[in-house]
């Protein structure tokens, strides 16, 4: 885990994200705590919980994307998962604790991506070596040693030449092991089975060897993967995933105030009692997984939701407390949609510019087009449904259609975006009220 001050944290995300700053010191907060808590004496440690995160607003204006860039930046297992796809114990659907399982399966990704690049160049080796054996067979017998000289040259000829990416194109015959599950198993859906059934019938089920033949590029792949597999230590990449789920994870429950029970509709015992299973992986708990047991006491948790329908506090008491820090994110305004538009690194306008110039185009914005695209968002936020900072997708994508069709014969050419270019192709969509709930 990165040694990173909350100013650091609050400082990287202000580089993707607009605004929001409440949201962003309150999880610049909670990651720094994690760190705080690592360094305390055992005893006291375990005693130290994390402090999980309600968010509160619109759809649109950056709860998912703060939690993301935050797993992103920390280097920790994250899972983003929508309350609304869970069910009570007992229906049919999806159960919470799913949701860990999920965790360490992307905690076990990052480990194994840890020790591909601790590995690459022993690897790289390995996986030469076998290309080689593919490429120049060692004969059955060598006559004598003029012949074994002859190859050895032949050897160091093909090196060379894998080396300096000459056969990259060239075909081969490699054996892979594929696992066979019976036509009963895969007739049910994988994503049914439960995980430790699933894992036990990969142990269990034999494997059988297949013949490919294909590039040495794809052979490349292949190989490193099998070598890879051959020099990792699966227990220990096993226990250090699951010691990064439990002290590094994040979950990010969305739209979470769709499991409030709604009493207009009568009682709904699936949504009280999605409630009910979540506060015991919220307060800590201990869940079964392929990879073996892992406690929940130290993950933490972002929840997020509009709450248009409803409060926080409809919410089982439990559960309210279980997020004692609420944030709440506010709609977006043109000034807003004027930065999201320009400010960050991965900004939509440098998007599109980026596409287009593979192309051959060049394109430009004018200050004054950005202002009318913000401004265009705002409007038909304000006039039919509010979907934050989503909505300059729809228009750019809208705006530049005609451009994107044609840019594939427009090499050399460079484009201006000014005010009037776009009043010219969004001002009869936006000015329909009826037609612009459906395009824009």
Not at 17 to 23: D, K
Not at 162 to 168: D, I, K, N, T
Not at 281 to 309: K, P, Q
Request: hydrophobic residues 40%.
């Amino acid at each position: 885990m990165q040694n990173l001050t909350p100013r650091q944290i609050v400082a990287h995300l202000d580089r993707y994200i607009i605004g929001q700053e409440a949201a962003k010191r309150a999880v610049a907060v909670a990651v720094r705590n994690r760190w705080r808590r690592q360094q305390l004496p055992e005893d006291i440690r375990q005693e130290v919980a994390p402090k999980n995160i309600l968010m509160i607003g619109p759809t649109g204006v950056g709860k998912t994307e703060i939690a993301r860039r935050l797993a992103r930046l920390t280097g920790a297992p994250f899972v983003k998962v929508e309350a609304t796809k869970f069910t009570e114990v007992g229906y049919y659907g999806r159960d919470v604790e799913s949701i860990i399982r999920e965790l360490v399966d992307n905690a076990i990704a990052l480990v194994r991506d840890q020790e591909r690049k601790r590995l690459q160049e022993q690897v790289n080796r390995r996986v030469e070596e076998r290309l080689l054996e593919l490429l120049c067979p060692e004969p059955p017998y060598l006559e004598d040693d003029e012949a074994q000289a002859r190859h050895q040259r032949n050897l160091q000829r093909f090196q060379q030449m894998l080396q300096q990416g000459a056969l990259e194109d060239r075909k081969v015959e490699i054996t892979v092991q594929q696992k066979e599950f019976p036509m009963m198993v895969t007739g049910l859906g994988m994503e049914q089975l439960d995980t430790d059934l699933l894992g036990m019938l990969e142990k269990l089920l034999p494997s059988r060897s297949v013949k490919r033949e294909v590039t040495i590029r794809e052979a490349r792949k292949i190989l490193f993967e099998e070598e890879l597999d051959r020099l990792i230590n699966k227990e220990e990449l096993q226990h250090r995933a699951i010691e990064l789920a439990e002290n590094l994870g994040i979950v990010f429950l969305d739209e979470i105030d769709k499991i409030v029970a709604s009493e207009s509709r009568g009682p709904d015992v699936s949504r009280q009692g999605v409630q009910r299973d979540l506060l015991p992986i919220v307060e800590g708990t201990t869940v079964s997984t392929r990879y073996g047991y892992v406690r929940t006491d130290h993950i933490l948790f972002i929840a997020a939701g509009a709450f248009h329908n409803a409060s926080p506090s409809d919410l089982m008491p439990e559960l309210q407390g279980r997020f004692p820090i609420r944030v709440e994110l506010k709609d977006l305004t043109r000034e807003d949609f004027v930065r999201i538009l320009t400010e960050p690194q991965s900004s939509l306008t440098r998007q599109y510019q980026a596409l287009l110039a593979t192309e051959g185009v060049q394109v430009e914005f004018t200050q004054d087009a950005i202002e009318e695209l913000a401004d265009y968002a705002y409007r038909v936020n304000q006039r039919t449904q509010n979907i934050g900072a989503r909505r300059l997708y729809t228009i750019m994508e809208r705006l530049l259609e005609e451009l994107s069709f044609e840019a594939s014969e427009m090499s050399g050419a460079v484009v201006k975006i000014n005010a009037a270019y776009v009043r010219q192709r969004l001002d009869e969509v936006a000015q329909d009220e009826d037609l612009s709930k459906f395009i824009l």
